[in-house]
């Protein structure tokens, strides 16, 4: 592939998420959930996703890295995506301590199982990059994050031959009653990416609450909802068969598409 083609590639995808931010403006959008009730956001999302995974997967791999920018590039704010705050009782008692007291759960389909604390998973090789945050809300930030390698982390516990993909179980619950906990997940191909991060600071501060301390998911090539905050436990697995509707992620199981590139 030449570079004129990569190019013309970029700016196709570029283009495509244009206009879905200049629709969401126009519609007066009011959060992710309120256009997941809807019945034509999902069917609309679906079919223009499709059309992008199927650019990218052609135009760029999926080892393409997403664009860096410098530090006079930094959006004055990063605002908060998603919830703010998670309504748990775990969580909150974890933040009143500084998350001294965190451990990130590592299981499933892998040969080694552990428990990482906040220093352990600190003292893994590391990645600092400042990239864009693209909203399907259409909004987006800039901002300097600083995490573990996730490529690191897989190493540590050893995935077996049967792990397709990592679900990350999240804090926040996104109903009332502590139902449907966020999560969310990825292939191996963006779990090894080298831009793929559990992130522990943002703009060279630790990561705040509103962020999704003490880790979030940095998985740059995607869409926003698919980096997901406030993670628990990583789970490695064949298929999704037994974990929410099957479908890989929270808004997913509300309609949204699972591969969310840009």
């Known amino acids: 592939m030449s570079d004129r083609d990569e190019r013309n590639g970029m700016r196709s995808r570029r283009r495509f998420l244009a206009r879905t931010g200049a629709l969401l403006g126009a519609i007066g959008v009011a959060g992710c959930d309120r256009l997941s009730q809807t019945e034509w956001f999902p069917r609309i999302l679906d079919s223009a996703e499709r059309l992008n995974e199927r650019v990218a997967k052609l135009v760029t791999g999926r080892k393409a890295m997403a664009q860096e920018y410098g530090p006079a590039d930094l959006s004055p704010t990063f605002r908060s995506n998603g919830t703010a705050e998670p309504d748990n009782a775990e969580y909150a008692a974890l933040a009143r301590n500084g998350f001294a007291d965190y451990a990130l759960d590592v299981g499933g389909l892998v040969t080694s199982p552990r ?41 540590a516990v050893q995935p077996t031959p049967a792990a397709r993909y990592v679900v990350f179980h999240c804090a926040d619950p996104m109903e009332e009653g502590g139902e449907s906990p966020y999560y969310e997940s990825i292939d191996m191909d963006d779990a090894y990416h080298e831009q793929t991060l559990l992130a522990y600071a943002l703009n060279d501060r630790p990561l705040p609450i509103a962020n999704g301390a003490p880790i979030r998911l940095r998985v740059e090539r995607q869409l926003g909802y698919k980096h997901a905050k406030y993670v628990m436990r990583v789970e490695l697995v064949e298929s999704f068969a037994h974990i929410g509707q099957g479908r890989g992620g929270y808004w997913e199981d509300q309609g949204y598409q699972w591969y969310a590139g840009i």
């Not at 990482?116 to 994050?145: M, N």
């Open 115 to 155: 428990r990482f604390t906040l220093a352990e998973l600190r003292a893994l090789p590391s990645r600092t990059q400042i990239t864009r945050h693209d909203c399907v809300e259409g909004w987006s930030a800039i901002g300097k994050w600083q995490g573990a390698r996730l490529s690191a982390l897989l190493r």
